[in-house]
Each structure stands twice: as structure tokens, then as C-alpha cells.
């Protein structure tokens, strides 16, 4: 997987103009010195794991768009260091139908975030289906990857519009995060942000849950400057009995009231368990 992962690179990034591995121009490899670092390829999952780069939301499902239309999304991105900066010096594409017009080099202070637009342009053909990576190339030469999926019909199978740019002044991000089916009695953890994209800093009070089998153990109440995220580390107790579908609400909250909420949907133990043996069906008699 990682050979695989690592040949994608090379080819975005020779896409994108930037030599892995080479001199500089004009200047001679030192053949006494150690083999230049080999740039990596993370997915949006992995570079949230290992601290490097939070991409929300990881994918984005589009769904069904009418042939030739333009749609536009909005993509955060967080410096999940406590002490180091981060640089983000191009947005790459495998498919020329999508763009990041307004993009400029950014360098993320610790805690930061920012929005990164983009621009979709659906193909002229019927049926045609784009699974799109966006690449975001770090100063070091890594990168790493978040996904876009869209299908296109024709213009008489209805419209779709764009979903209102979000305009609170807090957003608790991803706002709605899909967990598939979890395993029964298993204790579940994952990760939210809460970003402040307001020119004020505003105080979060506390979190609050619709269903008591979402928990926030180590939230502390505090202040977030503007342009500044706050990570929510949250864990979902085990459940002993399936569960078809579950949709958990999380708000963020200040002294007036809520300032963001997210959903988090999921179920429990309806996957059919693999248990190694293969099922063998009798012949009927004639």
C-alpha cells in the first residue's frame, strides 16, 4: 500500500513542478553526502493520526451534478502543533475539473486554521463519475490528501445547488461526521475541532451531548482566538446491543447560549461478522 501511495506522489508532484529527491538548479549532488529525503504521501486520516495536518472534512460526497455545472466547497485546514509552524505551499489536483482559485502559499501558526476554497467544474458527459485527491504539498515536499466524488446527469434529472457557505462565527468541524458501523462492546475514540473564524475571541463554557453515551473527558472551558482552532478529543462508551442508526448531537456552548454543533451518526454490530468459515448451501433434491 505505501509503494502505492508513495508512486502517486511522485507523479503529483512532478505534475505540480516540484523534483523529488533532485539538486537544486545549478548545483552539483554531492555524491559525500546522505540521499536526500524522499517526500511521503499522507492520506487526510493518517496526517490527522501523526499530527501533521488536519484536513476537514476528509472527503466530500458531491452526489449527483448536472453535466457543465460549477460548484464550489469549502476545506479547512489546521496546524495541529502546539510549537511549531507549518507551511502549505501549493493545492494540487488529479483532475483538471477542480481548482483552488484564491489559494496563496499560507504558513499556519500553532492552533491555526484556514479555509481553503474550491472550484468544481462538472464534465460534459452523462454518467461520468470524478474521484477527485486534492493535494496539499507541505514545504518539506510531503503532501497529503483528501478525496471528492461527484457523478454527473443530465440537465433534465433535476438541479442541485452549493450548500450555504457557513457564516457562524464558530464552527464545530466536521459538522456531521459518518463513524459506518461499529464493532459491539468496543470503546470508540475520535477526534472534532471547534474553529473560531470571527476578528473576536470567544469563550467556550462547556460541551453538551444529546445522548449520555457520547462523552468529552479531558474538555476544558476556555477562550479561542480568532483564526485559532481547538481540538475536542471525544469517545463513544461500548455497546452491548446493535443499534440500526444513532444520531448524536455535540454543541459547543458560551454564557448566551450554543455557538456550534455537529452530528455524529452511526451503528452498532450490523455488519455480518466474518468468522473465517465459508457457508455451504445442500443441493436440493429433484
Known sequence: MKMRLLSGLVAALWAAGVSVGAAAPGEAADSSEQPARKAELFTAERAAEEDLLVVLPRAIEMGMVPIGDERHRRVWVINPSESEELRIKAVRFDCGCTTAPGFQVMTLEPGEARAVDLEIHAPMEVGTRRDVRVFYVLENGDAVFSTLHLETVDTCSGFSIDPPMPED????????????????????????????????????????????????????????????????????????????????????????????????????GMRPVDDGWETVTEPKGP
Open 169 to 268: 462565527d464558530v464552527l464545530a468541524l466536521p459538522g456531521e461526521m459518518g463513524l459506518g458501523d461499529l464493532p459491539l462492546g468496543v470503546r470508540t475514540e475520535f477526534t472534532a475541532w471547534i474553529v473560531n473564524q470571527s476578528d473576536a475571541p470567544r469563550q467556550i463554557e462547556k460541551l453538551k451531548t444529546s445522548c449520555g453515551c457520547l462523552s468529552a473527558p479531558g474538555f476544558e472551558s476556555g477562550v479561542i482566538e480568532p483564526g485559532r482552532a481547538v481540538r475536542v478529543d471525544l469517545v463513544l462508551r461500548p455497546e452491548m446491543d446493535p443499534l440500526e442508526e444513532r444520531r448524536v448531537r455535540l454543541v459547543a456552548m458560551d454564557a448566551v447560549g450554543v455557538m456550534a454543533e455537529m452530528s455524529i451518526v452511526y451503528s452498532v
